[in-house]
Each structure stands twice: as C-alpha cells, then as structure tokens.
C-alpha cells in the first residue's frame, strides 16, 4: 500500500498521507463547499439512498405512533370492560347476600 501511495503522491505526500488517515481531497471542497454550506446549511444536497431512509425512518414512526394509539385505545377498552365485569360481579354479591329482614321473630328474654 505505501509503495503504490509513495508512486502517485509523491515520497513526501507518501509519508504525510501515510501517517494521516483522514488525507482526502473532496469535490466539496473544491466545488463550492464553503458557498452551499453558507445557502442550504449542508455542504452537498442530500443522496438518494439518504433520502429514501429518511422516507423510510418517517413511515415507520407514523406507523408506531399509529399502532401505540391503537394499543392505548385497546388497554383502555379492555379496563373498562374489567371495570364493569367486576362491578357485574360485586352486584351479584350484593343482591344475593341481601338480608332476609326479620324472617326470625325475636323472643323476649
């Protein structure tokens, strides 16, 4: 790899590239880059694979805010209908261990 860095860049570039591995040249910066980051905030526009994932992300947060809904709507329905099961319930206790009222005359001691 140095051999071949060496022959294209030159022995001191060689050894500068070599020892920096961040060493590019970008057509950004070469293009206009300071100019765009200035205008649009970015220094390229946006690929196509960056914006169909973006695309992507979206659909799949309106989908899980869209399915969370329906999970609290169906918890909430499934409380209320614990609720009144349970007051179904407790309405049955009630009315059949009602008092018979004075069925047992009392005696007089």
Same mark, same amino acid.
């Given at each position: 790899?140095?051999?071949?860095?060496?022959?294209?860049?030159?022995?001191?570039?060689?050894?500068?590239?070599?020892?920096?591995?961040?060493?590019?040249?970008?057509?950004? /910066?070469?293009?206009?880059?300071?100019?765009?980051?200035?205008? /649009?905030?970015?220094?390229?526009?946006?690929?196509?694979?960056?914006?169909?994932?973006?695309?992507?992300?979206?659909?799949?947060?309106?989908?899980?805010?869209?399915?969370?809904? *329906?999970? /609290?709507?169906?918890?909430?329905?499934?409380?209320?209908?614990?609720? *009144?099961? *349970?007051?179904?319930?407790?309405?049955?206790?009630? !009315?059949?261990?009602?008092?018979?009222? !004075?069925?047992?005359? *009392?005696?007089?001691?």
């Amino acid at each position: 790899m140095a051999v071949c860095v060496s022959r294209r860049l030159g022995p001191h570039l060689a050894k500068t590239a070599s020892a920096v591995r961040c060493f590019h040249c970008s057509t950004v /910066d070469q293009a206009g880059g300071k100019w765009r980051v200035r205008q /649009d905030g970015r220094p390229a526009p946006p690929m196509k694979g960056y914006l169909r994932r973006q695309e992507k992300n979206a659909e799949l947060a309106r989908r899980v805010a869209m399915i969370s809904a *329906e999970m /609290d709507r169906g918890i909430e329905k499934w409380e209320a209908q614990q609720r *009144e099961q *349970e007051q179904r319930i407790q309405e049955k206790r009630h !009315n059949r261990l009602q008092p018979k009222g !004075n069925s047992f005359p *009392e005696t007089a001691k």
